[in-house]
């Protein structure tokens, strides 16, 4: 009888296990994949809204440097301003992509100039991101989290 109650959550478990939905990993990634690669295009074009499509209505980035800045709608007001100021170039290559329910991590990283409209010098940049992706009620993915910094040493003068 002590036996028959260690077999059956047993084997409960592993009948919830086996009918519950498979997750198609590659499936995800590729879409995430993606939607990486859409960052640079719509970054390149200075489109906001394509830009923004692939954003979560609560998502944050944590930008280095600046304000934590928190929504849609405050990140579409900080891409317009830095659209209206930049052009962009980037690229960014994703380390891994990692699906664990309905979140995916990526880590990479982006690299890239910003030029200003106004004139002068590309400023080059190499960075490192972590986005965090939540899947929607709709299947598609959208980028809660952003977070991003630097790769370069910070400058340092020598005569301090």
């Given at each position: ?23 198609d ?8 994949q ?5 960052f ?22 944590m ?11 405050a990140i ?19 380390e891994?992509?990692n ?10 990283n982006c ?50």
């Amino acid at each position: 009888m002590r036996k028959l109650f260690l077999v059956i959550p047993a084997l409960s478990l592993m009948l919830i296990f086996a009918c519950a939905e498979k997750i198609d990993i590659e499936v995800n990634v590729d879409a995430i994949q993606k939607l990486e690669e859409e960052f640079d295009i719509t970054a390149a074009t200075g489109d906001v809204e394509g830009n923004l499509s692939a954003v979560a209505n609560d998502a944050v980035y944590m930008q280095p440097n600046g304000p934590i800045i928190t929504g849609k709608d405050a990140i579409r007001a900080f891409m317009i301003s830095s659209f209206d100021q930049f052009n962009f170039e980037s690229k960014h290559s994703p380390e891994t992509i990692n699906v664990v329910g309905n979140w995916a991590i990526v880590h990479g990283n982006c690299k890239g100039s910003v030029t200003p409209k106004l004139g002068g010098d590309a400023i080059l940049f190499n960075n490192k991101y972590l986005h965090i992706y939540r899947i929607q009620s709709d299947e598609t993915w959208k980028l809660a989290r952003s977070i991003w910094n630097s790769n370069d040493p910070f400058p340092v003068e020598e005569n301090l």
